[in-house]
């Protein structure tokens, strides 16, 4: 059962908008876009859309008057939150005793901390059935939670705003450094194929270090210089190509990465974006950031110059184990 306190909190601090005439023109359009085209573009341009958006909730009624969100299994027996872009999307039967009204992502922290095995969100279950699962949950409250570190870094001491929450220069720069090696610079491999791969392999450090300061939202914060990182382009075959990217040592701790292995094969014009991790207890682990922007876990990384010859290997059978 979804905890109550953590559900009143959050339906105490909704905006007063209660209204059930809830309307999603453009959400429902991206979905549409989506389910057509299931790429990290769309998906971007979906989520940007649904984090400003409100849902409907059918919710039970409990003794004590608190709503309690619905839950649906699937054929697996796994459950979903079911959120709604408009009533039209309800089923008219069986009628349920409340309908609420909730923020996007007030739904997602709700589904991100229920004590109840939530597999996800599923969005109008009866008609789109656009399914959430909880990873990508998981990392859009992340995102969330760090866009608003960093909104409250830029906004400390507005009047009206919420209680900023005060990071200082070596958190912003951990913020900042993940944020581009977990997200900005797999994203432009993906997005750009080819064009990346080749552009990185001519230009080398003055590439990543442009594209670093592009990434960074302040861009005055900027911190490093061209010589800091290190990129080495290696053809192993006629049409396959290899790339290293070491970053800076500074700003790094757990989570961020000592470097990114890029691959290209050209026959089948695929990419692959590796990370040596840092983790805890002085580990290091080798990760991937696939196409659909899920992070995979492949285990301990092996020693420096074992590194690339797993890579190769994996990038041929790849892996389904995600963290």
């Known amino acids: 059962m979804i905890d109550k306190k953590k559900l009143a ?16 023109p453009e959400v429902e359009k991206l ?15 979906l989520l940007n859309k649904a984090r400003l958006a409100r849902f409907l909730v059918p919710a039970n009624v409990a003794e004590n008057k608190q709503p309690i969100p619905m839950m649906i299994k699937n054929d697996e027996g796994e459950l979903f939150l079911p959120i709604y ?11 349920s005793p409340a309908i609420l009204n909730m923020p996007f992502l007030a739904l997602v922290r709700l589904a991100v901390n229920s004590p109840t095995n939530i597999s996800g969100i599923v969005i109008n279950p009866f008609t ?9 949950l998981q ?8 866009r608003a570190k960093a909104a409250g870094a830029g906004n400390q001491g507005v009047q009206g705003k919420t209680k900023a929450i005060k990071l200082d220069a070596k958190q912003y720069a951990v913020f900042e450094r993940k944020q581009f090696e977990l997200i900005f610079l797999p994203h432009k491999l993906f997005t750009e194929g080819k064009s990346f791969v080749d552009t990185l392999a001519d230009k080398k450090e003055q590439y990543i270090d442009e594209l670093y300061e592009e990434s960074y939202q302040q861009k005055k914060m900027y911190p490093y210089l061209e010589e800091e990182f290190s990129v080495m382009a290696l053809s192993i075959s006629e049409n396959l190509l290899a790339i290293r990217v070491d970053f800076q040592e500074r700003d790094k701790t757990v989570g961020c990465s000592h470097r990114a292995y890029i691959t290209w094969d050209n026959i089948k014009e695929e990419a692959h974006y590796y990370l040596i991790e840092v983790a805890p207890e002085k580990k290091t682990l080798l990760a991937e950031i696939n196409g659909e922007h899920k992070h995979i876990v492949h285990g301990e990384a092996p020693a420096e110059g074992a590194e690339l010859q797993m890579i190769l290997d994996l990038a041929k059978g790849g892996s389904d184990i995600t963290s």
């Open 9 to 24: 909190d959050i339906l105490a601090n909704q905006d007063p908008n209660t209204t059930l005439e809830v309307q999603n």
């Open 31 to 45: 979905i549409d876009v989506y389910k057509e085209e299931n790429t990290p573009d769309n998906l971007n341009i």
């Open 85 to 95: 872009t408009s009533k039209s999307h309800i089923e008219k039967a069986p009628k």
């Open 128 to 136: 789109n059935n656009l399914v959430f699962k909880d990873k990508l």
């Open 139 to 146: 990392k859009i409250d992340e995102v969330e939670k760090n």
